[in-house]
């Protein structure tokens, strides 16, 4: 069976300073999808970026970067100098690579609130 | 770049009563489907999901069910609402050349 888990429940941070989502997963398929989605207070998933089981490079988007171990099946997230605006609910999320329909499996999701 | 609409935005129904939501698809086509809930304070649960027209696959045993009549319109539906089935609904579309779900402004349903 498949599981994430997002162990940080909420986490609170001053404005500029760094945080770290972690996001560690459970799977048997040798190749899968992950997933990192930000749903703002509006509700909508707001998809971030997806990896490769296969591709184990971390990326880096503006303030935004990501950390894929297979070693330790971990996903994190990083958002450096936070801004009020990255205040959301982010969830990390699992899929098979196969044709056909993608059957997401989602963690419970941290709740990040910046502080001005 | 595909598009996805839900209707109604919020809705509040009575136990007992029925329920239909649409999500609605646009600029792709032949779009795989898929109906999400969210309950209150918890992650997303996977319910239906489908790769084509009349083609339906149920996730989990529940109060309701879905259709999808046209290639890019997918309706969730329930003949009478239990109090669990209140959360929030969000409908997702992958379309054929990407294998990101992209999702909708989703549901509120509250069943009272």
């Known amino acids: 069976a498949q599981k994430v888990t997002q162990a940080q429940t909420e986490i609170s941070v001053v404005e500029k300073e760094d945080v770290t989502l972690d996001c560690v997963y459970e799977?048997?398929?040798?190749?899968?999808?992950l997933f990192w989605y930000k749903q703002p207070p509006s509700g909508e998933l707001v998809f971030l970026i997806r990896?490769?089981?296969?591709?184990?490079q971390n990326e880096i988007s503006g303030r935004y970067s990501w950390n894929f171990q297979k070693s330790t099946s971990s996903f994190n997230f990083t958002i450096t100098a936070s801004q009020v605006v990255d205040s959301a609910v982010y969830f990390c999320?699992?899929?098979?690579?196969?044709?056909?329909?993608?059957?997401?499996?989602f963690g419970q999701g941290t709740r990040l609130t910046i502080n001005p | 770049s595909q598009t996805i609409h839900q209707w109604p935005a919020t809705l509040v129904q009575p136990v007992g009563s029925p329920l239909s939501l649409e999500c609605t698809v646009e600029?792709?086509?032949?779009?795989?489907l898929y109906w999400y809930r969210q309950a209150a304070g918890r992650g997303l649960q996977l319910l239906f999901y489908?790769?084509?027209?009349?083609?339906i696959s149920s996730e989990v045993p529940q109060n309701l069910s879905a259709s999808r009549p046209q290639d890019r319109q997918f309706i969730l539906s329930s003949k009478k609402l239990l109090l669990s089935d209140s959360g929030f609904y969000l409908c997702?579309?992958?379309?054929?050349?990407?294998?990101?779900?992209?999702f909708g402004p989703g549901t509120r349903l509250t069943v009272l």
């Open positions: 990896r490769n089981s296969f591709d184990e």
């Open positions: 600029g792709t086509s032949n779009p795989n």
């Open positions: 799977t048997r398929d040798t190749t899968y999808y």
């Open positions: 489908s790769v084509g027209i009349g083609q």
């Open positions: 999320a699992l899929s098979p690579l196969i044709q056909g329909a993608q059957k997401l499996v």
């Open positions: 997702a579309s992958t379309s054929g050349r990407t294998d990101t779900q992209y």
